[in-house]
């Protein structure tokens, strides 16, 4: 799963590195105001159904994040993520550092799409994010990603598909619900979460003819 999970953790801490931005500029459309960098960090269109800043204490509660394809790969959803919910260090974010205390995130699907002409979504997404600055360095905010105490992590399923057969699909049940991670800090704790996040899953494949390799795909993406 390192692959798949390292273009995913770059889009998690791009959205919340914008969201703790705005909150710290005190913008009153710090909804808006994220929905607009990630599209133009991601060439994607993006929706955030509903956000709640605390006031009192440093959270962010946000329901409904949709990332969508671009045009040449169908414009149909590629994320779907029901809730986020952020507790971070607001005195670190003051020095610049992107400390979040608490990330518990319901990631319900990922949908892969194939073109015409071969190429996958993930793989336009990973060009547009490598000649953007990791989230290990500082991003255009300002903020520096210093780590995560504690996450707590929902996955639910993968779906592939063929722009040539829209209508045959294939997907991935990894069943995994409220699963804890504690530290994670740099590349090498995503890789050991990947592959620990890999063995408890027991994923299921349902077969379809969507004309794409799934077991290829599979070990693109999760190694």
Known sequence: MKRL??????????????????????????????QSRLRSETGMDVRIGKMDIGLSTPTIAIENIRFYNTAEFGGSP?????????????????????????????????????????????????????????ASHKS????????????NLTLQKLRMSNLDAPTQGQEVNFRLTNQVFHDIKSEADLTQMAVLLAARSGAATQSGKSGIDTQKLLQQLFH
């Open 140 to 151: 255009s905010s300002g903020l520096t990603f210093t780590g995560i105490d504690t996450l």
């Open 5 to 34: 999970f390292k273009w995913a953790f770059y889009l998690f801490i791009l959205l919340v590195v914008l969201l703790v931005a705005g909150v710290l500029l005190l913008d009153p459309i710090a909804k808006e105001y994220a």
């Open 78 to 134: 590629f994320l779907n993520i029901p809730e986020v919910f952020i507790e971070y260090d607001k005195q670190a974010a003051r020095l610049g550092k992107l400390h979040l205390k608490l990330v518990r995130i319901n990631l319900e699907e990922i949908d892969i799409v194939q073109d015409s002409l071969g190429r996958l979504n993930i793989q336009s997404l990973e060009e547009k994010s490598a000649a953007a600055k990791t």
